[in-house]
């Protein structure tokens, strides 16, 4: 069935350096994206969204890269620091899936001082 | 000021009894949705009203039942527990379908059945 997940279930950083976390999607029809990070104890807040006509969107430290010819998502996080680390979670919602958003696996990020 | 607030935010109970979340939010939305997060961090949509409306149903049992009595609230009871259940229970809400904006959701309600 259709799915969305992740290449790396953990990743572990240094402080200060650039963080990716990857996402990989196989519902073609997908045209919209969106990253949630989740930290301990708490509930999954938004983080960045991108829509399938655009292949780059940038936030606060954050950039979302959509490669649709692959089907390929990406989180990079800049200048990662220690308040990063959490579960990110990519999602997303093609025509197939309806009104609802199918999310990945999860990637645990740790950021180490 | 919690946006989206469910409780009780721990629950634990023995296999078989009845137990309710509720869960109320004070954004205004008009589509509220239960998830359940398993212990892989899986996240995984149960259910979705819209304006009181159940609009998404999920293969879940029976023995979950959910309920909206206005927009701004959904519980969830689950009748009959299992060994199963034991997950942690997200509500989230939205402007509309979730289609193309943001969920918003509450701290979750970690359910161990024993």
């Known amino acids: 069935g259709e799915s969305v997940g992740l290449h790396l279930p953990t990743l572990s950083v240094q402080e200060g350096d650039n963080s990716i976390i990857n996402c990989a999607y196989s519902n073609s029809a997908s045209d919209y994206f969106i990253w949630y990070k989740q930290e301990s104890g708490k509930g999954p807040q938004f983080i960045i969204d991108?829509?399938?006509?655009?292949d780059k969107r940038q936030g606060q430290r954050v950039t979302v890269l959509l490669n649709k010819t692959v089907k390929h998502l990406s989180l990079q996080i800049a200048a990662t620091q220690p308040g990063d680390s959490a579960v990110y979670f990519c999602?997303?919602?093609?025509?197939?899936?309806?009104?609802?958003?199918?999310f990945g696996e999860g990637t645990q990020l740790t950021v180490n001082p | 000021d919690t946006a989206v607030s469910q409780t009780p935010k721990y629950l634990v109970t023995q296999m078989g009894n009845d137990k309710s979340i509720k869960c109320e939010q004070n954004l205004g939305h008009d589509t509220m949705y239960w998830y359940k997060q398993d212990s892989k961090k899986f996240l995984k949509i149960m259910f979705s009203?819209?304006?009181?409306?159940?609009?998404i149903n999920e293969t879940v049992p029976n023995r979950f039942s959910p309920k909206s009595p206005d927009k701004a609230h959904l519980n969830l009871h689950i009748n009959s527990l299992e060994l199963g259940d034991s997950a942690v229970y997200f509500c989230a809400s939205s402007w509309g379908l979730q289609s193309t904006g943001e969920l918003f959701f509450g701290e979750g309600s970690r359910l161990t059945v024993l």
């Open positions: 999602a997303e919602n093609g025509e197939t899936s309806g009104s609802r958003l199918t």
């Open positions: 009203y819209n304006n009181k409306e159940l609009i």
């Open positions: 991108i829509r399938s006509n655009m």
